[in-house]
């Protein structure tokens, strides 16, 4: 019974949905970059590149030995060069775009932090500080200003 308490306070915090969203955006995100890179940047290329299909190159390293009806005796051993490039292109994009994304909400999150800034919404936590700091330093100021006068 515990344990399921301890589950259900995890779960109502918050932690696990965050988790959910962002395994489930970054699900969506992976689909999206796949279909730009395979169907938005490789055709320019390949066509720059005479037709050459990126995702077939590959290293022969034994070629495929055929039986006499023409079924595969021994499989091809090749090193896919080409599927790699592919995979790195996605991973160049994606990582690019989580940097910017990350980028800009750090922006926003220093943006919200600075009591000062009247345009964004100070979160009530970082004013209290704020209110508390300025207090602290008042008295303190006090307290010397006090201490200068005996």
Partial sequence: MQLFKEFKEFAVKGNMMDMAIGIIIGAAFNKVIDVLVKKVMLPPLSLLTNGVNFRDKRIILKEAVMNIDGSVKTDEVAIGY??????????????????VIVKFLNRLRNRAHDTQDETVATPKDIELLSKLTQLTEEQNNLLKSKKNHN
């Fill in 82 to 99: 080409g599927a790699f490039g592919e995979a790195f292109l996605d991973f160049l994009i994606i990582g690019f775009t989580v940097f």
